[in-house]
């Protein structure tokens, strides 16, 4: 029984998926109306009163943070979300006593947390094509492999934090301090509104240490094929996070944190 | 034969809470066998151990001989459960929930899809397969948490207080099922605090008290160490009790107008018992013997433990 259970996985995958597609007024209409919160104000009201960012138009400049704020909070939310919640209901119990591998359920609610993060960045991304449209603003892919491997990563990195999150909250208060105290502060400082070369130091050096720049710059560089950071060494760091975050997840499956009295 | 379960000296502690304090059984392969004891015994920690949801303090645990540990899949492969408390994915429809189970185990989507109408009409309540489990009523959520531990077809059926807080009928109903099940092989650990289940289901109960095992044996096993009451109606009855000096007799009183004399020996006492009645010139109009209930033993013997090991409530069933 050591080979992968696909079966079990691809239940699992299938159950975390379906949850939340079957929901889209809860899952996919509230990023949607944020979004184009953000577009007509940032984009339009005010981005016709700003320069150019690096020589784009801001309502340009902004889509890869946007998408890259919506992706990670979704997935990670999810995740966090769905392990949490089964937790308080105890209903992680016909997971968790099932003969799935540590790994499988894992890589599943993993996956489908990701997945989601992916659904809502296309979400945002369509809303950004429709208002560059309407503002007459060209838009093309410029680097699609960047592109696509860092919304990847970075879906699964926060997919894989979100898991974290599940299995050490206490309560759903917990959740809620995690997305709006940790990660949008650091996406909002992380480089989705301006560039670092208009912040003074030493705000911009310290801006380095927060690891959203990367991301948003990553996405950023395969759409716009500008990025304030290398996108290389960016990738690379990110993947190993990724990994890394990952094989802790597992760990404490393994450990049964959270999970086993 | 092959052992089913196979536990040894398991330990758990929760602070400073022993919830098991050295339990050590072993439940062959097709038994259909009980685990009776008060509340806070420590069944459900023992069933937990088993599953995986309670990580043991110390000891080791078997199911069909593959560690609940080190080869966790295998053993959780062979195992249904239905919990005590209700534990379902509120999120689908009971079907589907059913379908999710067995994918876990490894059945893939039409197989699953199969079984679980088979296992919804085994319960009785197919009818209510699009419906989730929060809007069914408590009788039918009992029914569906026995559902759900048949469809990945286990080969150990764990129920734990399957019938606690439903109805005479449904009672019934959950036994005809089960015992069904045992019929066709299916290894059964039952855990419940009514006596009368034991009774009537199965094959040997171990007696926990404490996080301990007190005693395991048949029901009628255990029923025979206690007394019998031979109840005697008379023509005419006495105002006092005559006395019987031969072996087994504990005690001979009257109580309503009838002869009760309590024995150890049960049946075999009564030719002699109708043969002195006789020459005492009483005339016998009816007899009638009732056994000693499980519940009596029970009661006797989680007593003797929690006087030492402090369990109250025991204790209190006495008074
Ligand atoms: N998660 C827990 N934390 C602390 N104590 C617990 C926990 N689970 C059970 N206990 C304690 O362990 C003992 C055994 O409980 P349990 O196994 O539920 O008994 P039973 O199922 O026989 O009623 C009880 O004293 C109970 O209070
Ligand atoms: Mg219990």
């Known amino acids: 029984m050591n080979r992968f259970d696909l079966v079990g996985f691809r239940t699992l995958l299938r159950r975390e998926i379906l949850r939340y597609v079957r929901r889209p007024r ?122 696509a491997a860092f919304m990847l990563v970075i879906a699964l990195l926060f997919a894989s934090f979100g898991v974290v999150g599940g299995l050490w909250a206490r309560d759903f208060d917990y959740l809620t301090v995690l997305n709006q105290f940790i990660i949008r502060p650091l996406v909002f400082f992380g480089g989705v509104f301006y560039s670092l070369d208009v912040i003074p130091e030493p705000f911009k050096t310290l801006s380095y240490l927060n690891p959203m720049i990367y991301m948003v710059n990553g996405v950023r560089y395969g759409m716009l094929s500008y990025a304030d950071v290398d996108p290389d060494l960016a990738l690379v760091v990110l993947t190993g996070l990724t990994l890394v975050v990952i094989a802790v997840d597992v760990y404490l499956f393994k450990e049964g944190y959270g999970l086993v009295d | 034969m092959a052992e089913a379960i196979r536990v040894r000296d398991l330990r758990k502690n929760y602070g400073d809470v022993q919830a098991l304090d ?13 685990l009776l004891g008060p509340n806070g015994a420590g069944k459900t920690t023992f069933i937990n151990v088993l599953v995986g949801l309670v990580r043991e303090t110390g000891g080791e645990a078997e199911v069909f001989g593959f560690d609940v540990e080190t080869d966790y899949r295998e053993a959780r492969d062979r195992i249904g459960l239905a919990p005590q408390e209700f534990n379902v994915d509120r999120f689908f429809p009971i079907r589907e929930v059913l379908c999710h189970k067995a994918g876990y185990h490894g059945i893939d989507h039409e197989e699953a899809q199969r079984r679980a109408d088979e296992a919804l009409k085994t319960v009785g309540i197919y009818e209510k397969r699009d419906t989730r489990f929060d809007w069914l009523s408590g009788g039918m959520k009992r029914r569906f948490m026995l559902a759900r531990a048949l469809v990945s077809d286990p080969e150990l059926l764990i129920l734990d207080e399957p019938t606690a807080g439903v109805d005479v009928q449904l009672r019934h109903d959950l036994w005809d099922i089960i015992n069904r099940m045992n019929d066709e092989g299916t290894t059964i650990l ?18 926990v008290d404490s996080g301990r095992k007190v005693e395991v044996a048949s029901p009628d096993e255990l029923m025979s160490r206690g007394t019998d009451t031979v109840d005697v109606g008379l023509a005419d009855p006495p105002t006092v009790a005559p006395t019987f000096d031969y072996d087994g007799v504990v005690e001979s009183r009257m109580a309503e107008g009838r002869l009760e004399v ?27 013997i009732r056994r000693a209930s499980l519940e009596e033993v029970f009661v006797d013997m989680t007593r003797t433990d929690s006087s030492v090991g402090g369990s109250s409530e025991a204790e209190e069933v006495v008074q």
Do not use: K
């Open chain 1, 26 to 147: 809860n899952t996919f209409l509230p990023p949607m109306i944020t979004n184009v919160l953000y577009f007509a104000v940032f984009g339009v009201v005010l981005g016709g009163r700003i320069d150019e960012i690096a020589g784009f138009r801001y309502i340009l400049f902004i889509l890869p943070g946007l998408i890259v704020l919506g992706s990670i909070s979704n997935a990670f939310e999810n995740a966090s979300f769905s392990i949490f919640h089964g937790r308080w209901n105890e209903y992680i119990h016909e997971v968790i006593t099932s003969p799935l591998s540590h790994t499988s359920m894992v890589l599943a609610y993993i996956f489908a947390a990701a997945l989601r993060g992916l659904l809502v960045g296309a979400i945002i991304a369509g809303v950004g094509v429709v208002f560059l449209w309407l503002t007459g603003t060209p838009l093309g892919v410029a680097q699609p492999f960047y592109f």
């Open chain 2, 22 to 34: 050295g339990l050590s059984l072993t439940v062959e392969e097709g038994e259909f066998f009980g």
């Open chain 2, 190 to 207: 039952l855990t419940t605090h009514y006596i009368e289940e034991a009774e009537r289901l199965c094959d040997r109960v171990a007696i």
């Open chain 2, 262 to 288: 309590v024995t150890s020996r049960g049946g075999a006492l009564v030719p002699d018992l109708l043969r002195d009645l006789e020459a005492m010139g009483h005339e016998v109009t009816d007899l009638d």
